[in-house]
């Protein structure tokens, strides 16, 4: 199975920075976090198959740099992100009922020892992220909204193949004017609808062996039941009964 990319995004580059073994069983299944990671390492790779350079991209950033833009008669482009709404996944057409505990996705057996077993359990979660994409200039702005519904719409795909359940263009919200890192920025807000997934494991030992008795009568027979992960059968005779 195929190790998890730890990604640092600075600006416009984007670094491997760790691989860590993935979830057993897990797949490609994805959370929130991992998504705003596949959205930065897509955005730069869009822009770069587009022959945009480096000093000319949109770039995607939690918050606005602490620093103000120091030119403000440059297309600048950024696109903040941050979390609207997050809640467990609806499971009714009128959203009166939601999960609220892991589901279980299967039982495999421990890669590393023998007399255990992992039970694989997922969550599924919705979020709502929005997109600030903001500009000194409105006519950019605009531009730069309209890039980044292209390129989400682009690379839809990837992102469901690398593991998010789903993800689909919500709205766009009123365009506004605000001061961020103290530049007055134009500022369009694109929000998505993105499903993602907990994984949890357990880890239970295997039972070797029952013995099965009663406290009182008397024992006519006792037999020991060896099974892989459960009990299937056991045969005590007392007074007569079988059970």
Known sequence: MDHVGVHRVEGTEVTTVAQIPPAQTAGKSKDLNEFIDLVAVALVDYQRKLGITATERLILREAYPK??????DVGIGLALFRVIGRQFMNTTNDGTRRTWRPRLREEVPHPNDTNLRLSVFVTEMENIVE??????????????????????MAYTWYFKEQGIAQCYYQERLEDTIETIGGSELHVRPLRYYV???????????????VLVQYDTGTLLRQE??????????????RDGSKL
Do not use: C, L
């Open 224 to 237: 020991t039941v060896n099974e892989q992960y459960g009990v299937e059968k056991s045969s005590i005779i």
């Open 131 to 152: 997109f600030k994409i903001v500009s000194p200039h409105a006519k950019r702005a605009n531009e730069w909204a309209e890039f980044f519904e292209k390129f989400f």
């Open 67 to 72: 620093d103000p833009v120091e030119k403000p």
């Open 195 to 209: 499903r993602t997934q907990i994984v949890s494991q357990e880890v239970e030992k295997k039972i070797d062996e």
